[in-house]
């Protein structure tokens, strides 16, 4: 009995440790140049919703100035980057037509409550652990691919539903 016992929690956490391990592989940064991409993350949305979303943090690691200027997902019809403010109680959305400039050694992150991407016409809801592939563009980068990780509605950052998520880095 005991020896069956040792079996499935043995067998239960190498379970989880593979969990882990490849939860710890879909965050590894995406490099495009000199730009590194670290973890896309978009929220659950409930069914029917047509907007979502999406986060995002890059860093600029080389000499050059670039900018974050769309980003899409298959299943919408449309990315935009979008500002979020609070003007008293009132929560204002706007688009950010221009994009995002990440000068050279700064650092991006659009959050949930502030810059954000916003995925528009959505053809099927993201639903929590599975990822949605899409892309991001850059004017100096060009389109880059990444994956979306999605947690579950409401979360505020990425590994809601896991692990915390590393301490956010604000040089806007």
């Given at each position: 009995m005991t020896r069956r016992i040792c079996s499935a929690l043995c067998f239960a956490l190498s379970v989880a440790t593979l969990g882990l391990a490849a939860q710890a592989r879909a965050a590894e940064p995406?490099?495009?140049?000199?730009l590194r991409i670290e973890t896309p993350w978009?929220?659950?949305t409930p069914g029917g919703?047509?907007?979502a979303g999406g986060y995002?943090?890059?860093?600029n690691t080389g000499t050059q100035a670039?900018?974050?200027t769309g980003a899409a997902i298959a299943t919408a019809g449309r990315g935009a980057i979008h500002s979020m403010t609070m003007a008293g109680s009132v929560m204002k959305m706007a688009p950010v037509p221009e994009g995002l400039p990440i000068g050279p050694g700064q650092t991006i992150e659009l959050k949930p409550g502030g810059l954000h991407l916003m995925f528009e016409d959505l053809k099927a809801a993201p639903k929590v652990g599975e990822p949605v592939s899409g892309t991001l563009s850059f004017e100096r980068a060009g389109t880059v691919p990444?994956?979306?990780?999605?947690?579950?509605?409401?979360?505020t950052n990425p590994n809601a539903a896991g692990p915390a998520a590393p301490?956010?880095?604000?040089?806007h």
């Amino acid at each position: 009995m005991t020896r069956r016992i040792c079996s499935a929690l043995c067998f239960a956490l190498s379970v989880a440790t593979l969990g882990l391990a490849a939860q710890a592989r879909a965050a590894e940064p995406v490099m495009a140049g000199a730009l590194r991409i670290e973890t896309p993350w978009m929220r659950a949305t409930p069914g029917g919703a047509k907007v979502a979303g999406g986060y995002v943090r890059v860093t600029n690691t080389g000499t050059q100035a670039d900018r974050l200027t769309g980003a899409a997902i298959a299943t919408a019809g449309r990315g935009a980057i979008h500002s979020m403010t609070m003007a008293g109680s009132v929560m204002k959305m706007a688009p950010v037509p221009e994009g995002l400039p990440i000068g050279p050694g700064q650092t991006i992150e659009l959050k949930p409550g502030g810059l954000h991407l916003m995925f528009e016409d959505l053809k099927a809801a993201p639903k929590v652990g599975e990822p949605v592939s899409g892309t991001l563009s850059f004017e100096r980068a060009g389109t880059v691919p990444v994956t979306f990780a999605v947690a579950p509605i409401g979360a505020t950052n990425p590994n809601a539903a896991g692990p915390a998520a590393p301490a956010p880095h604000h040089h806007h």
